[in-house]
């Protein structure tokens, strides 16, 4: 079973370059997620999606956009890579009431 | 949201039973007690909640005060395979009009080691 899949797994970036980092899930899920880990810390919530058509903010939102294509995808973007944006972005998705499931992250170094 | 306190770390022996402890004294009633587990190099897994009645799964069991001002996640066996950090969230915040997601606070968790 796939899961969550997050695309790619590791990327490099120099400051000022843009980047899609993609997720798709394939459980039906209504909602998706996108969080970042920084070194030594637990996960903050950038931008989630309840549902197909919706998008909000969380709590690290600046410096991000995102986009729900369809009810499977959910992709985050950066514009104008900055250094501190360098950390693991993981993507998630539920369904009512269950808990979410995580995919194993893109890892991001902005130089 | 309301916080967790976790200790940084832990350890234990491999076959031996773990007690994960998690103090959460601001805990509303609706707020439902969430563990994760972050495996090296994963993403993040559900491991088990409640709300006032300890539970049991496959994974491991959670005891929850009867103040619900803490809750002990046991993993009764250790492996190695445990040895994660482990995460324990109060549910808080809805994501969607229907009530039914909602959205998770990590903290710093509790890094298991097991040794051998």
């Known amino acids: 079973n796939a899961g969550v899949t997050q695309t790619p797994k590791f990327q490099v970036l120099k400051t000022g370059q843009s980047m899609t980092l993609q997720c798709a899930q394939d459980m039906n899920h209504n909602s998706m997620y996108w969080y970042r880990q920084d070194p030594g810390m637990g996960l903050r919530l950038i931008y989630y999606s309840a549902s197909e058509g919706t998008t909000d903010k969380g709590e690290v939102p600046n410096g991000y956009n995102v986009s729900r294509l369809n009810k499977r995808e959910f992709s985050l973007r950066l514009e104008s890579a900055a250094p501190s944006q360098t950390s693991v972005y993981f993507c998630a998705s539920s369904v009512r009431g269950q808990p979410q499931h995580f995919g194993d992250g893109t890892r991001l170094s902005i130089l | 949201d309301a916080k967790t306190t976790q200790p940084n770390s832990m350890e234990s022996n491999e076959e031996e039973p773990v007690h994960l402890p998690c103090n959460h004294s601001t805990i509303s009633g609706t707020d439902y007690i969430h563990w994760y587990r972050q495996l090296p190099s994963q993403g993040p897994e559900y491991v088990i909640h409640?709300?006032?009645s300890n539970v049991n799964n496959r994974m491991a069991s959670l005891a929850i005060a009867e103040d619900r001002k803490s809750s002990t996640l046991i993993l009764h066996r250790a492996t190695l395979r445990d040895a994660a950090v482990y995460y324990c969230?109060?549910?808080?915040?809805?994501?969607?009009?229907?009530?039914?997601?909602?959205?998770?606070?990590f903290g710093k968790g509790t890094l298991l080691t097991v040794n051998p």
């Open positions: 969230i109060l549910r808080g915040g809805i994501v969607d009009s229907g009530g039914s997601n909602y959205k998770l606070t």
């Open positions: 409640g709300l006032t």
